[in-house]
């Protein structure tokens, strides 16, 4: 929510400062989309891993039992 206050502060086009506002903007999607791919890369890569500990878990009991 700090960001609404951010750009808040440059939305009137006669500020000589307007053009923060577009950069905000443009730094608040980058900072979104690269948290999203973080958020979205950590639980793929960990259902994965618990994927691959279950399989090999289960492989070990199989060949444990058959020894």
Known sequence: MS????????????????????????????????????IFTWLVYQKGILQVQKNTSDETQLSESKI
């Open 3 to 38: 960001i609404v206050s951010i750009l808040e502060n440059y939305t009137d086009p006669n500020n000589p400062d307007f053009a923060y506002n577009a950069l905000f903007h443009i730094l608040q999607d980058l900072a979104g989309t690269v948290a999203g791919l973080a």
